[in-house]
Every structure is written in C-alpha cells, then in structure tokens.
C-alpha cells in the first residue's frame, strides 16, 4: 500500500469512527469507510504488537531486538520529529514480518490469549425505557413459547395500555431461523443481559441516533460479565458465544402499530438493533469475530417517536455481573424489575410472585400450586442475589400467597 493511500485511509477512517456503518443491508465497507486492506493492516499490527509483548515478557531475544529498536524510535522523535512517521512505519513492516515468521502453533497460541484492552461500564446502566423496549424484554423472556405471528414466522405479539400499541417482535424467514430460534429458546438469560449491555454502552460513549457505535467482541464480553482467564484475555468459546449473540440480537424485528390519540395509527417496522460493520480475524477456515458496530433501530431515530418517549431507565452494572450459569433465576428477575422500578419511579413497590415468575416465564401457575415451596426458595435466592450485587436495596416477601397483583399493562407501569 503507498504512503498516499495509506493516508487516505487515514482520513476516511477518522470519519468512520463517528459513523462507522451503512444502512441495514449496505455493503459496510462501502462509502466513507476505510478499506479492507486498511482494517486488516490495523488488526495485523495489533496482533503482531501483542505477540512482540507476550515473546518479550518469556524472553525471546529477537523479540527484546524489536522492543528496542522502537523505544528508539521513540526517544529519537524527540529531536527528530519528522523521521518518526517513516521510522515508525518501516518499523511496523518489520514487525509483522517477525510475527509472521513465527511458527502457526506459536502464532494461534499467542493470538488465543491475547488481551484486548477493555473499559468498564459505570455502577448505574441507563436503558432506554419505552413499550417497545419493555416489549423486547417481555419476548425474551417468553422465546421457549413463540409461535407463528401475523407480522413474523415466529415471534411474540403483545398489546399495551388500553390497546394503543400493538408490537409484535420475532424473526423473519430465513435459512437461519431455526438456528436463531434455538439460540434464544437456549440463551435467554444471555440475551436479557445483552439488551441491558448495549443501551448501557451506547449510552456510556454517547451516541446519538442515527450513529453506529464501534465495539470489540472483548468489550463485549466484558460488558456482559464474562470473565478473563489467567492471561488477561476472554476464552475463545466466550468470544465465539458473544459472537452469536450479537448476530442473534441484530436479527430481530419489531413491527409496531401505535396511536397516540386513539384514533389514527402508525406502523414502525425494523430491526431493534441495527448491525453494521463485522470483523473477522483469523485463519480463514477459523475465522472469528473481532469487533462490530451497532445502533437501536430506526424507531429510535423516529423524531415523533422519540417526543413522546424520552424516559431513560437506570438499574445497577451488578446485573451484568451475575453468573450466567448460576443466576438465571437473579438475571430475568432483574431484567424484569429493570423496566418495573423506572416505571415507578424507584420507590418501593408491592408485586406480586406469582406476576413476577410467570412474566418471566419461570413458573406458570399450575407449576406454583403444585412446587410453591420450592420457587419460593428460587425466588428467595434470587431475591438475595440481587440485593448482593447492588440490583435492589432491600425486600421483604409475603410468600405465595400475597395479594395485590402488580398489573403489567396498566397506563402508569409503562
């Protein structure tokens, strides 16, 4: 690639980063972002950097080599600031050849445990809170009992406050369906949390509709709890896991049809999150993700939309932090309480059990009468869970047979 080229792509990637990716369904790589050669020319270096680092730090004398020829490099910038780009540059080559020269074992195990610098979430995660987004967490919770929909072959209708919306959430036809199926009938509580981790993220590096953000599959995993190995980095199976995910999110649709004098209706129909760039490393029989960007979909970007639903929610990061093996119970009771305590308002609110597990599909009613000592442990546990990671302050249970029903799709709760 020529230095003229390479500054070009330069340029083009600076107004890449405020607005990384296409309309749903462009070509990513078309249009103001940066080349392919471009992208990866940057992943190869930061592999190779982090090979150099990880072969200085066992004592590779070739490795060290490199090492100090870039500390000079450095330090000689200082007096010759104008050498520095094509010393720099001409050091890069060398790197990559060094890296490449490595043996392919020593090179996957290297790039295996590589870590990627990530940055954490504050202690409150502010969420978009609106029908819509209530909507899709509702439908997570019920993905074990879709069924074929008016607006989707498969998917999850619901109807709030006093029929003045009408939204259906599900997956369209495709050669991936069944598979897409599958992963949220067995990753529900994984994908709860993800809905929290992408507001939550957006929000954090503020964005603005209409902006695809830029995140790596590290930052991914780390946004949604997962935890690092002894090395510093995510296991390949938890990066492959997220990768899933974030194309099984991104593959959702919404139809919604609303009316906001009850009498003439709109429709919105798209994605809930919109996916644009995805980036791949590795060898190209083992291909995995390494990074993606991401917006809500175009509803967010629905000027009247937005004017009649501005509330932004806020629930603890400890959500995110809770085991997803361990605390299913604690993640969708959490996912559920998210929307419910913004709703009102944060003060202390009365709900009744049996509301709580059937909304988020962990027990029906039959099942209560027949194992109620058993879910009032769960929920107990999960009670505790979330009081432990900072979800809740404080609770207090009535057992089963608490009255006062909490009224999911009453004007004020939503």
Known sequence: MSQKQREEDFKRSQAWRANPGPSPGVEPLVGGGPSKEFIEGIIRMETAHGGLQRRVEEGDPNAIALRDDYLQIVKDSFTQPDDFAPRF?????????????????????????????????????????????????LALFAAPNWTAQEAFPIGHALTFQNQQYFISIGLPSSDKTETLLSFFRRRGVLAVKAH??????????????????????????????????????????????AGELFEAMTSLQLEVSYSLTGKNFRKIQGPIWARGLIVWEGPSDRLRPFAFSYMPGPYYANEEWRQYHKAIGKISAGLLQLANDEDEWAILIGGYLGFIMRANQYRPRRLLIETVLRQTNLAQTTDLRRRASQYQQKFERALYRLKEVGVITSYKTDGLEATD?????DRDAL
């Open 196 to 241: 929290y981790a992408l507001w939550a993220r957006w929000y954090e590096e503020g964005q603005e509709p209409g902006q695809y953000l830029n995140v790596t599959i590290d930052q991914f995993c780390s946004d949604l709890g997962y935890k690092k190995h002894v090395r510093g980095g995510f296991r390949l199976e938890h990066k492959q896991q």
């Open 405 to 409: 029903c909490d009224d999911l799709y």
């Open 89 to 137: 540059n001409e050091w890069v080559g060398k790197l990559i050849a060094w890296y490449e020269s490595l043996s392919e074992a020593v090179r996957q195990e290297i790039e295996r445990n590589l870590p990627v610098p990530t940055k954490s979430l504050p202690l409150a995660l502010l969420h978009k809170s609106d029908p819509i987004n209530t909507a899709f967490i």
